[in-house]
T-cell receptor, first 117, second 115 residues
């Protein structure tokens, strides 16, 4: 149980275009989802916290107009990278926390590799 | 505020020898602590977690960690390394309720296993 999926697993896009990444909790309802980015050989950096039915809370330094997060249902959150540039190339990972889990337990998706050319 | 420090950015061991990955934490209250493993281009897999129960925590794949409050440490160990253990390991502490229970990651330790 507690499986989180991401789609796509990898994507290549041209500079200036927008890309949408989906994060789904497959067998539980996730009231809270988190979005991270990870540069090569580095740790995960939390970008934002998304709660179902409300606006996402962004970490300091993360551009909310560039990284649009929508958590429209209890099983789906999306991250849209708008007007992508090469510096946005990264590994994006989501995690989900359900109502029945321990306070801090999160389940991670497999990640999405974004390459902007 | 909570924080976590992984003392080694890279650890190299020979197959069949013990593994020790070191982690120190800082927390103003009794923390929840985790170890995650990440294989190349993959997501994170939970190895084990400490949530104020037994101080010696056993996880998957033969890993275990001991919570030592006096030393503010949560080191990860395994008696005998396997080639498949080669990966990146993250020590993680949960933020408090004032931080929405966010996870705070260490910088990671890359484990190499030599044949």
């Amino acid at each position: 149980g507690a499986v989180v999926s991401q789609h796509p697993s990898w994507v290549i896009c041209k500079s200036g275009t927008s890309v949408k990444i989906e994060c789904r909790s497959l067998d539980f309802q996730a009231t809270t989802m988190f979005w991270y980015r990870q540069f090569p050989k580095q740790s995960l950096m939390l970008m934002a916290t998304s709660n179902e039915g409300s606006k996402a809370t962004y970490e300091q330094g993360v551009e909310k107009d560039k990284f649009l997060i929508n958590h429209a249902s209890l099983t789906l959150s999306t991250l849209t990278v708008t007007s992508a540039h090469p510096e946005d190339s990264s590994f994006y990972i989501c995690s989900a926390r359900g109502p029945g889990t321990a306070w801090a337990e999160q389940y991670f998706g497999p990640g999405t590799r974004l390459t902007v050319t | 505020a909570q924080s976590v420090t992984q003392l080694d950015s890279h650890v190299s061991v020979s197959e069949g020898t013990p593994v020790l990955l070191r982690c120190n934490y800082s927390s103003s209250y009794s923390p929840s602590l985790f170890w995650y493993v990440q294989h190349p281009n993959k997501g994170l897999q939970l190895l084990l977690k400490y949530t104020s129960a037994a101080t010696l925590v056993k996880g998957i794949n033969g890993f275990e960690a001991e919570f030592k409050k006096s030393e503010t440490s949560f080191h990860l160990t395994k008696p005998s390394a396997h080639m498949s253990d080669a990966a990146e390991y993250f020590c993680v502490v949960s933020g408090g309720s004032d931080q929405g229970g966010k996870l705070i990651f260490g910088q990671g330790t890359e484990l190499s296993v030599k044949p």
